[in-house]
């Protein structure tokens, strides 16, 4: 007879093959059953060897009738493409509390005796498919028990072929960069998912290619091998990288998670270092590898290219095409003769504060981004200028600079940054013109009298202004070390002022055959005061006249007066000629001559020439000159007691000529 059968799971579901469920195996079991000692539930679960044949309970063939039994069958739906059968999948079932374990092949049903106590089961399989457990799949056995497991198997995905894929990143073209370069991109990639479900990515491999190497030879020279996701350094950094050589990548066990249906980029840095070989290197860097998981299914991700082929070190990822070039180079220089030294008028605009000489080798045009001009100073001095601005000749060219800023005590700067670059055609020089002006008295009353030079990167008197000079290649777009002739681009001294007295000199009479006379009433000197609008004016205090000239005698003395416009000497003396001819004679006055902003004032310059030499046969010259900054000096209306200014060097010497019969 069956024993009744008691069900612990009823599940109906169609197979591939056929139908189980809700069917009594009593027509599948015989009926019949041994009379003995040993045929009830009670004495086969008991412990006790009952008929004395050295088997307990179900290990006794006569307690056969009371094993547990379950019916496992599977189930493989094909909806997205995959290829599984039943029997491509594991089974196994743990019994008896764990103390039994049953392997087997998927099918369509499999009858198992198993032990009474717990169980469950399991399965194992490849590719991409998830495993649904029916209800009757676990659960406690007990003797005369019956049960039915179904397992089906769902492929989430186009197997294996729709779901992870890699690819160069086509955004990024092939670059080029010189020796020398600090972090720099090389090779630029793609990781792209299907719609299905995230990705939890562990690791990215990439390879070297067989021209990479750190040491010496004819190769690309790179270190601090490292990729960046969304500009962040994800994993280690690689200091020597050689060549042929995979790099694995990870971020301290902290997976990246690509969202379904999205792409993200990786980027690989390197240094490239002197020595590399000025050639084009051909994709440097493959990628070859990445280990990653679905975020729910947890399946391991197979990664693809996109032409469905698994990308291995055998099927890489080709990266860009890195050339290493003999870049451009740019030669800074200070024009030194513009401006000379001057006296600025506080109040000015449009004044010429230096001008500066951009040359590039013949390589290639060569694009100036951005210069950092500085003003230095004598300690104390304020920022007295503003609206700096460069020209190319009488073009204003870009923006005006910033304010100036003070760096130090002695050092303000000004930055100025080129929406149009300044262009430097190769195998030329370019000339560009600072210009600037220069506050009023009443803004800044501290700006007068002060000293300034306006230069390039001399706060620390280095010989590379690249980080005074921004400059680039146009071809490469690389950027460029800058050079100085001199180190340090300096232009002359500017002196902000008040007012500025300006001399000029004429002849009086004839130039030529002149009659030698006691009253002799040579020249003019003319003094006039500029000042900005609501300034002062100049005191006039002395000069000196530097003379020379065959008509001056040999060691005898001669008379040199100043008259002012109503014939009054205002100052005179008596001076031998040696001291004339050597040191110049100084006429100073016994009160400073006050020169009113925006005016004149002429004085005629006299001399004694009755006992001038007259040389036989020849005509007798004689000049007079303002021969240094120092030939007159002057001060700021007001502040002749405890002010001396002197000329502009620009506008020395002036020097006037007259010849006697």
């Given at each position: 007879?069956?024993?009744?059968?008691?069900?612990?799971?009823?599940?109906?579901?169609?197979?591939?093959?056929?139908?189980?469920?809700?069917?009594n195996?009593?027509?599948?079991v015989?009926?019949?059953s041994?009379?003995?000692?040993e045929?009830?539930?009670?004495?086969?679960s008991?412990g006790?060897?009952?008929?004395?044949?050295?088997?307990i309970?179900?290990?006794?063939?006569?307690c056969?009738?009371?094993?547990?039994l379950?019916?496992?069958?599977t189930?493989?739906?094909?909806?997205?493409?995959?290829?599984?059968?039943?029997?491509?999948?594991?089974?196994?079932?743990?019994?008896g509390?764990?103390?039994?374990?049953?392997?087997?092949?998927?099918?369509?049903s499999?009858?198992?005796?198993?032990?009474?106590?717990?169980?469950?089961?399991?399965?194992?399989?490849?590719?991409?498919?998830?495993?649904?457990?029916?209800?009757?799949?676990?659960?406690?056995?007990?003797?005369?028990?019956?049960?039915?497991?179904?397992?089906?198997?769902?492929?989430?995905?186009?197997?294996?072929?729709?779901?992870?894929?890699?690819?160069?990143n086509?955004?990024?073209?092939?670059?080029?960069?010189?020796?020398?370069?600090?972090?720099v991109?090389?090779?630029s990639?793609?990781?792209?998912?299907?719609?299905?479900?995230?990705?939890?990515?562990?690791?990215?491999?990439?390879?070297?290619?067989?021209e990479?190497?750190?040491?010496?030879?004819?190769?690309?020279?790179?270190?601090?091998?490292?990729?960046k996701?969304?500009?962040?350094t994800?994993?280690?950094?690689?200091?020597?990288v050689s060549?042929?050589?995979?790099?694995?990548f990870?971020?301290?066990g902290?997976?990246y998670?690509?969202?379904?249906?999205?792409?993200?980029?990786?980027?690989?840095?390197?240094?490239?270092?002197?020595?590399?070989?000025?050639?084009?290197f051909?994709?440097?860097?493959?990628?070859?590898g990445?280990?990653?998981?679905?975020?729910?299914?947890?399946?391991?991700?197979?990664?693809e290219?996109?032409?469905?082929v698994?990308?291995?070190?055998?099927?890489?990822?080709?990266?860009?095409?890195?050339t290493?070039?003999?870049?451009?180079?740019?030669n800074?220089?200070?024009?030194a003769?513009?401006?000379?030294?001057?006296?600025?008028?506080?109040?000015?605009?449009?004044?010429?504060?230096?001008?500066?000489?951009?040359?590039?080798?013949?390589?290639?045009?060569?694009?100036?981004?951005?210069?950092?001009?500085?003003?230095?100073?004598?300690?104390?001095a304020?920022?007295?200028?503003?609206?700096?601005?460069?020209y190319?000749g009488?073009?204003?060219?870009?923006p005006?600079?910033?304010?100036?800023?003070?760096?130090?005590?002695?050092?303000f700067?000004?930055?100025?940054?080129f929406?149009?670059s300044?262009?430097?055609p190769?195998n030329?020089?370019k000339?560009y013109?600072l210009?600037?002006?220069?506050?009023?008295?009443?803004?800044?009353?501290n700006?007068?009298n002060?000293?300034?030079?306006?230069?390039?990167?001399?706060?620390?008197?280095?010989?590379?202004?690249?980080?005074d000079i921004?400059?680039?290649?146009?071809t490469?777009n690389?950027?460029?070390?800058?050079?100085?002739?001199?180190?340090?681009?300096?232009?002359?001294?500017?002196?902000?002022?008040?007012?500025?007295?300006?001399?000029?000199m004429?002849t009086?009479g004839?130039?030529?055959?002149?009659?030698?006379?006691?009253?002799?009433?040579?020249?003019?000197l003319?003094?006039?005061a500029?000042?900005?609008p609501?300034?002062?004016?100049?005191?006039?205090?002395?000069?000196n006249?530097?003379?020379?000239?065959?008509a001056?005698p040999?060691?005898?003395?001669?008379?040199v007066?100043?008259?002012?416009s109503?014939?009054?000497?205002?100052?005179s003396?008596?001076?031998?000629?040696?001291?004339?001819?050597?040191?110049?004679?100084?006429l100073t006055?016994?009160?400073?001559?006050?020169?009113?902003?925006g005016?004149?004032?002429?004085?005629?310059?006299?001399?004694?020439?009755?006992?001038?030499?007259?040389?036989?046969?020849?005509?007798?010259?004689?000049s007079?000159?303002?021969?240094?900054?120092?030939?007159?000096?002057?001060?700021?209306?007001?502040?002749?007691?405890?002010?001396?200014?002197?000329l502009?060097?620009?506008?020395?010497?002036?020097?006037?000529?007259?010849?006697?019969?």
């Amino acid at each position: 007879m069956f024993k009744k059968i008691v069900p612990i799971g009823i599940l109906l579901v169609v197979l591939s093959m056929g139908y189980f469920a809700d069917k009594n195996l009593a027509s599948a079991v015989s009926s019949t059953s041994s009379i003995n000692q040993e045929n009830t539930i009670i004495l086969c679960s008991d412990g006790i060897d009952n008929d004395s044949n050295g088997k307990i309970d179900l290990d006794d063939k006569n307690c056969a009738d009371f094993t547990p039994l379950i019916l496992i069958g599977t189930r493989v739906v094909n909806n997205n493409g995959g290829t599984a059968t039943q029997k491509d999948f594991n089974l196994s079932i743990s019994h008896g509390n764990g103390n039994f374990l049953t392997s087997f092949q998927g099918g369509t049903s499999t009858l198992l005796t198993l032990r009474s106590g717990n169980f469950s089961a399991t399965s194992s399989f490849s590719g991409k498919y998830t495993a649904t457990y029916g209800s009757g799949c676990s659960g406690n056995l007990i003797l005369d028990s019956y049960g039915e497991c179904l397992i089906v198997f769902n492929d989430i995905l186009n197997a294996k072929r729709d779901q992870f894929f890699g690819s160069k990143n086509t955004s990024f073209g092939n670059p080029s960069y010189s020796p020398s370069n600090q972090s720099v991109k090389i090779g630029s990639f793609n990781l792209s998912v299907s719609s299905l479900e995230n990705i939890e990515v562990s690791n990215i491999t990439i390879k070297t290619s067989s021209e990479v190497n750190t040491s010496i030879g004819n190769n690309l020279k790179i270190q601090n091998l490292k990729i960046k996701i969304n500009g962040n350094t994800w994993g280690k950094t690689v200091p020597t990288v050689s060549k042929n050589t995979a790099y694995s990548f990870s971020n301290s066990g902290v997976p990246y998670i690509i969202s379904a249906g999205t792409t993200i980029t990786f980027d690989v840095y390197v240094e490239i270092l002197n020595g590399s070989t000025i050639t084009q290197f051909n994709s440097p860097i493959s990628f070859i590898g990445s280990s990653a998981v679905g975020q729910v299914s947890r399946l391991k991700e197979i990664l693809e290219d996109l032409n469905l082929v698994d990308i291995s070190k055998n099927n890489p990822v080709l990266g860009q095409d890195v050339t290493v070039v003999s870049v451009g180079a740019l030669n800074a220089a200070i024009d030194a003769s513009i401006p000379t030294e001057q006296q600025l008028i506080l109040g000015s605009t449009g004044v010429t504060l230096a001008q500066f000489k951009f040359s590039a080798n013949n390589v290639e045009d060569i694009r100036v981004d951005s210069i950092r001009i500085t003003a230095s100073t004598s300690v104390g001095a304020p920022s007295t200028f503003s609206n700096l601005q460069f020209y190319d000749g009488t073009v204003a060219v870009g923006p005006k600079g910033t304010a100036l800023v003070a760096s130090s005590t002695r050092f303000f700067t000004s930055d100025f940054s080129f929406a149009n670059s300044l262009i430097v055609p190769k195998n030329t020089t370019k000339t560009y013109t600072l210009k600037g002006d220069v506050t009023l008295y009443a803004s800044s009353t501290n700006s007068h009298n002060k000293f300034y030079n306006f230069q390039i990167n001399s706060a620390d008197n280095s010989p590379n202004l690249i980080g005074d000079i921004k400059a680039y290649g146009v071809t490469y777009n690389i950027q460029l070390p800058v050079s100085a002739t001199p180190t340090t681009l300096q232009a002359n001294t500017q002196n902000a002022l008040r007012t500025k007295l300006t001399p000029s000199m004429s002849t009086l009479g004839a130039t030529s055959n002149r009659v030698r006379t006691s009253v002799d009433d040579i020249g003019t000197l003319t003094l006039s005061a500029a000042g900005a609008p609501a300034d002062t004016g100049a005191e006039f205090k002395s000069v000196n006249f530097l003379f020379s000239g065959a008509a001056i005698p040999n060691s005898t003395t001669i008379y040199v007066a100043l008259v002012d416009s109503n014939g009054s000497v205002a100052t005179s003396t008596n001076i031998k000629t040696s001291i004339a001819t050597s040191s110049g004679v100084v006429l100073t006055l016994s009160n400073p001559w006050l020169i009113s902003k925006g005016f004149s004032t002429v004085f005629k310059v006299r001399v004694d020439s009755s006992n001038f030499a007259n040389n036989p046969s020849s005509s007798d010259g004689l000049s007079w000159q303002l021969a240094s900054t120092s030939a007159i000096v002057w001060a700021t209306q007001g502040s002749s007691s405890v002010e001396s200014l002197g000329l502009e060097k620009r506008i020395i010497p002036i020097t006037n000529t007259v010849s006697y019969q």
